[in-house]
């Protein structure tokens, strides 16, 4: 943290991982969706939470696709690193890497995108700490965000007439 309280990504960033075993496979044999959903969202809200230093809920999670199927045995890790801090929202892009530990070889199989927001003790919306965004990819990634929770604000508006 600096003299004017902000944060950067390094102060959050987050890798969770797992080995895939059969308790995680679907009756074809493959890694049930939902399991990589569930870490990819672990993964956001710990990023979140590093950055409030408080509870976190997850508001939006944007479209996730599955190109190639996780096979049991594989090694999952969720990056996970803040890419836009808003008063009381936060962004996390969540990179998927499957290893395959017995060739040696690692793919990105998803990259997600979640927002979440901190709450107070009374459960309402509460001010995050600014950020600063330090190297030139972290700032193409923050305007991407910027443009991204612009949407989802105007989404919202929407569907809330
Ligand atoms: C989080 C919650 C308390 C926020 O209350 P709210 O009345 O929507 O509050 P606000 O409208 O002031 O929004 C708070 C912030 O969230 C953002 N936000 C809210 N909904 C959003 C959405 N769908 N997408 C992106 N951002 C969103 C707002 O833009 C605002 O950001 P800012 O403060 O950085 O400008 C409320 O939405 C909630 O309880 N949601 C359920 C969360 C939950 O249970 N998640 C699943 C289980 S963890």
Redesign the pocket.
Known sequence: MDQRGRKTTADSRFTLSALMGPQDANQHGNVHGGVIMRMVDEAGALVAMRHANRPV????VDSMTFEEPILLGNLVLCNAELTYV????MEVRVEVVTEDPMHGTAKTTNIAYL?Y?A?DPA???AVVPEIEFKSDDERARADAARAR?EF??QQ?ALEQR
Do not use: F, I, Y
Not at 57 to 60: E, L, M, S
């Open positions: 809920v997850t508001v939006a808003g008063k009381t929202s927002v927001v709450l459960g309402r919306p929770q989802r604000k919202r």
